[in-house]
């Protein structure tokens, strides 16, 4: 801990923009805490990017003391690879939210994943569409409410909600580094940003971390139920664990 | 750095308890209560002092707090710090051959 940082945090955050632009209790707040607490552990603040997409994500373009970069909506990982390819010394990390990552974007970041692209991936999963007001995303569980399915959603009909890191892990070769976190479990999730970053650091190859997150004010839900719906409902969907490290054979789940 | 760092903005009340404080940042907080809920002791609850968006910020409790660090991990405003003070180090204890 940085002795200029007020209280808990990260010296990579910039101090001047807080309180931050998200809803209270949003999830952004923790994963953004850990991707700076795992920058300050590196120390590699001076040579990151930050690339924010549109939707809540974009909240955080003047969170850190990095350079950061707002893209088009899901054009955040294709504009840091070209930075990347540019400028190969950048450590590169594309921040997005899954309208961003698996809707809109999704052509990019499965290009950038089978082409093997050395950057680093954090992805926001919160089930639904936050910015626009909680409308239904690729990721909405089976029989979640939200603003466009007021019945729950309809698996017959629009289909189950996507595996993003799954798909990920086979799109990419064996030097790729794909997990998914929780922002129930902060440490465990440093520890997955971290070891994403490392693996661009020693230029490997593609990282992504998939991460649940919190959205109280679309899913109307007090802090307790906020942290129910994470652990219990999307745990049930979404299997927490590191999926494919680059070394390791077969996949695997946490604990 | 930013010019923020060095002056400090968010001034926090630190609350002393045993083998440490906690420190609440009102200015930061947003009354989200997602510490009370991570709180294994129970002993978070809501103060009289307004946070930044006028809902009320959070509270602990001296007497029940063990400093495990839950509610600074799970903050996503960095509102609330828990500080450990270690106990003062003793020398270290003699060794046996040095008795002979």
Not at chain 1, 162 to 175: D, F, I, K, R, Y
Not at chain 2, 46 to 64: A, I, K, M, N
């Amino acid at each position: 801990m940085s002795a200029t940082a007020p209280g808990a945090m990260p010296a990579s955050w910039r101090v001047d923009t807080k309180p931050h632009k998200f809803c209270p209790g949003c999830g952004h707040g923790i994963i953004l805490k850990m991707l700076g607490r795992a920058v300050d552990e590196l120390g590699i603040g001076d040579r990151t990017v930050f690339g924010c997409d549109i939707g809540c994500s974009l909240l955080a373009w003047d969170f850190f003391n990095l350079d950061t970069v707002q893209a088009h909506h899901g054009r955040v990982t294709p504009v840091l690879v070209g930075l990347k390819r540019a400028e190969s010394r950048l450590l590169t990390v594309a921040y997005m939210g899954d309208g961003g990552g698996y809707a809109i974007g999704a052509q990019h970041l499965v290009s950038a994943a089978g082409r093997n692209e050395r950057i680093s991936v954090i992805l926001v999963n919160n089930t639904q569409y936050g910015m626009t007001g909680g409308q239904m995303a690729p990721t909405t569980l089976p029989g979640q409410r939200t603003e466009t399915t007021p019945f729950g959603r309809d698996v017959a009909e629009t289909g189950r909600p996507m595996q993003g890191p799954e798909m990920v892990a086979s799109l990419t070769n064996e030097h790729a580094y794909v997990a998914r976190g929780t922002v129930t479990k902060p440490r465990q999730l440093k520890v997955m940003i971290r070891r994403a970053l490392e693996n661009q650091m020693l230029g490997r190859g593609f990282s992504f971390v998939e991460v649940l997150s919190f959205c109280p004010t679309n899913w109307r839900t007090s802090a307790k139920e906020t942290i129910a719906f994470v652990d219990e409902k999307m745990a049930e969907v979404f299997h927490t664990g590191e999926i494919k490290v680059p070394g390791k054979s077969g996949v695997g789940e946490d604990e | 750095m930013s010019k923020g760092m060095a002056e400090m903005p968010f001034k926090g009340k630190p609350t002393r308890v045993r083998k440490g404080y906690v420190t609440v940042m009102p200015a930061l907080c947003k009354g989200c209560g997602l510490c009370m809920e991570r709180c294994p002791q129970s002993c978070i609850g809501w103060s009289d002092v307004l946070g930044v968006y006028g809902t009320p910020s959070v509270l602990v409790d001296d007497s029940r707090c063990i400093l495990c660090g839950n509610c600074e991990l799970i903050c996503p405003d960095c509102a609330i710090a828990v500080t450990f003070v270690p106990r003062p180090q003793r020398g270290p204890a003699p060794l046996l051959a040095d008795w002979d």
